[in-house]
């Protein structure tokens, strides 16, 4: 009884999320890649990875740790690490803002220019 009051409490208190459009772009770049390297089995690994990572952060938004002093529309960005991916974001108090959907393996300098502009 607790535990479901508790899930209905998180679920009422988690943000919305809204992609940028750069970031989709570029996670839908990511999964297309995987689909035509990999296959559909690890297309979904990575579609349900990063859904729960989008999940978790909807819940607790400072799971992801400060990047670099940045700013987007005057709220903090953030980045939480995943296996081989980030994700890029800020929220207000009400919307998770994803900016930015990024391969680790990347040169993640470019990252501030993207969010520059």
Not at 39 to 46: D, M, R
Not at 98 to 107: E, G, M, P, S, Y
Request: with cysteine; net charge neutral; aromatic share 12%.
């Amino acid at each position: 009884m607790v535990t479901n009051v508790f899930r209905k409490f998180v679920h009422d208190m988690a943000l919305r999320h809204k992609w940028i459009k750069e970031a989709r772009q570029e996670f839908e770049s990511t999964l297309d890649y995987v689909l035509h390297e990999f296959g559909v089995q690890s297309l979904q690994k990575v579609y349900s990875e990063v859904s729960r990572h989008i999940k978790l952060l909807q819940d607790f938004p400072n799971a992801g740790m400060r990047y670099r002093n940045l700013s987007y529309k005057g709220n903090d960005v953030r980045i939480l690490h995943m296996k081989r991916s980030s994700i890029i974001y800020c929220y207000d108090e009400e919307t998770l803002y994803i900016l930015a959907f990024w391969n680790n393996r990347c040169d993640d300098s470019i990252i501030v220019d993207i969010l520059s502009t």
